[in-house]
């Protein structure tokens, strides 16, 4: 819903956008506002809109906020290039989440043929110019893969996920270094990433800034951990596909966890890698979020009896997920 509008503006006309009751919720006015710096008009700063577009947009200024999301930034990026004057883009806030992932969008382009100058933070300047084709082997997604890096963890066993890349501009790279802080073993070999925790795991102080999406793995994690973990960074993830912090405390709370939001994150103390005292047989809710779909997976990995209400909000990213996580658990000898 963020990617599409500015290819839209470059087809010119009228496009009309709409989408379920939770995207209808989540932030546009900043990507709309830099459109309409490049001449296209629209009703509504949110989910149903209508955009219309010149024959020509304008440019190639455009002043965005995108403290929200950094996704405002990649979908102009994306389309930049075939800007008739390209983009100098200038973010205006005083902070800006998920770098990584702008950074991943700058190399992709570069990698096509695109011309940007990066070289002054929070300002990009795209030469117009072809994208030119490319063909590419698409590396693992490693945010979707720290789920089950996270039962290996918690097994006292180990999982391995193949073909996890030597060095990756994902933000999801960054769960391996989580995963050590909180006293795990991860090793990069030929047959891919291992993960495993054969003393248990502790808690950590954790800026999950740059890779906000792991948030809700990393807290499940910290309920097994001994000690207290804080995750911070992640104020603008209570406006992602559901308000992820208050979703991860109260779904964890119903449980009996010890934790509670801060301004930007959230603290969590452990209960050690048995769940002591949590309570069993709960339904956790998912929020249609596919993250905290993950979490409840995670959590149920110790805790006995817990179900989730909708395990349809794993389509977004990884529709098979129930069938692979069985056929992880197929594979574990003996109980977690």
Do not use: C
């Not at 503006?9 to 209808?24: H, K, M, P, V």
């Not at 390209?86 to 205006?92: A, S, V």
């Not at 800034?209 to 992640?234: D, M, N, Q, R, W």
């Amino acid at each position: 819903m963020r990617f599409v509008p500015p290819l839209a503006a470059l087809a010119g006309g009228r496009t009309r956008f709409f989408g379920d009751a939770r995207a209808e919720e989540r932030p546009m006015g900043p990507l709309l506002a830099g459109l309409s710096q490049l001449g296209v008009t629209f009703d509504a700063d949110r989910l149903p809109f209508t955009i219309d577009a010149p024959a020509r947009l304008g440019g190639p200024l455009v002043q965005i906020d995108s403290s929200s999301s950094s996704q405002f930034i990649s979908a102009l990026l994306l389309s930049a290039a075939l800007l008739p004057e390209g983009i100098d883009l200038i973010h205006t806030g005083s902070t800006l989440p998920s770098m990584p992932h702008i950074e991943m969008t700058v190399a992709m382009l570069r990698e096509r043929g695109v011309q940007i100058d990066d070289s002054r933070p929070g300002r990009w300047r795209v030469l117009p110019g072809p994208i030119a084709a490319h063909d590419q082997r698409i590396e693992p997604d490693l945010t979707n893969a720290a789920v089950f890096l996270a039962a290996g963890l918690l097994s006292g066993g180990q999982v391995t996920v193949p073909g996890w890349p030597e060095d990756s501009v994902q933000p999801g790279r960054l769960f391996a270094d989580v995963a050590a802080r909180m006293g795990a073993i991860v090793e990069l070999t030929d047959n891919g990433l291992i993960a495993r925790a054969p003393e248990g795991l502790h808690g950590a102080q954790i800026d999950l800034h740059k890779a906000s999406e792991l948030t809700p793995v990393v807290a499940a994690l910290a309920v097994f951990t001994s000690g207290t973990t804080t995750i911070s960074g992640v104020a603008h993830i209570r406006g992602h596909e559901t308000d992820r912090l208050a979703a991860i405390e109260a779904e964890l709370a119903s449980l009996g966890v010890d934790l509670h939001q801060t301004d930007d994150g959230l603290i969590i103390q452990g209960v050690g890698d048995r769940g002591e005292g949590l309570a069993p047989t709960r339904v956790l809710r998912a929020y249609a979020d596919h993250r905290m779909a993950h979490l409840a997976a995670v959590v149920g990995l110790v805790v006995p009896g817990v179900q989730l209400d909708e395990i349809d909000s794993v389509s977004k990213t990884m529709p098979d997920f129930a069938l692979r996580w069985q056929q992880l658990l197929d594979q574990v000898q003996g109980p977690l």
